[in-house]
């Protein structure tokens, strides 16, 4: 597609639920990225994928933060038991390349925004 | 770490009004640094970036200065206009895992007519 689509926009959920937020890059970028943003707060990196391998996973909060990436395309991000802390909007980016992805630009999804109550 | 800190906001500004927004970082070695651009239901956009000391990134009329001596990255505009209302974070990766963009919070501005 012509940008990063990302689904749903809005979520919200009740704790201790499981939620699945999916991204649809670019097609033919290669790297994926997942970024989280609190209230008031930057970006936190969350995982990198080059192709459907995940080389970098170091940002994932917890054991029930998972991500995978199907036919170097989409990729689902799973919070299972939802805190109140993982409030915050998930943003995936796309760029055509891994390493010195950041120079060359990454594209970014509009996020979606999850409220846990 | 790799870490960024930028001015807090909101900032509010009439139009033609000079805009600064503070940006220092910390780092190991020579990071790239960036500003990247949230305009209201957009996704983040790269406004300029300098990958370099003394480089200068500039577009749509902002420019900021990749100052190695005070660790800094300022964004400067001369004259705002309402259309630049957005958020605005400052950024960089380390050359070791350029792929990986450490974030500052954030500033929201504000340009009224």
């Known amino acids: 597609g012509a940008g990063v689509s990302q689904s749903p926009s809005n979520k919200v959920t009740e704790k201790g639920k499981d939620v699945e937020l999916r991204c649809d890059p670019i097609?033919?970028?290669?790297?994926l990225y997942w970024y989280r943003q609190r209230l008031g707060q930057g970006l936190e990196f969350l995982i990198y994928f080059q192709g459907n391998s995940a080389p970098d996973k170091s940002g994932l909060p917890s054991d029930r933060f998972s991500a995978e990436r199907t036919g170097e395309s989409v990729s689902t991000l799973t919070i299972q038991r939802t805190q109140q802390e993982d409030s915050a909007v998930y943003l995936c980016?796309?760029?055509?390349?891994?390493?010195?992805?950041?120079?060359?630009?990454?594209?970014f999804g509009s996020g979606t925004r999850l409220t846990v109550v | 770490g790799n870490s960024v800190t930028q001015m807090e906001g909101p900032v509010t500004l009439s139009e033609e009004a000079f805009l600064t927004i503070n940006c220092t970082y910390t780092a190991t070695g020579y990071p790239s640094l960036f500003w990247y651009v949230q305009y209201p239901g957009e996704g983040l956009q790269l406004l300029l970036k300098a990958t370099k000391a003394d480089d200068k990134g500039s577009n749509k009329g902002f420019e900021a200065t990749y100052r190695k001596e005070t660790t800094s990255f300022h964004l400067e505009k001369g004259s705002v206009q309402v259309s630049d209302s957005a958020v605005y974070f400052c950024a960089l990766t380390p050359r070791s895992n350029d792929y990986k963009l450490s974030f500052g919070a954030g500033t929201t501005v504000t340009v009224r007519a």
């Open positions: 980016a796309s760029s055509l390349h891994g390493p010195m992805a950041a120079n060359y630009g990454y594209t």
């Open positions: 097609s033919g970028h290669t790297a």
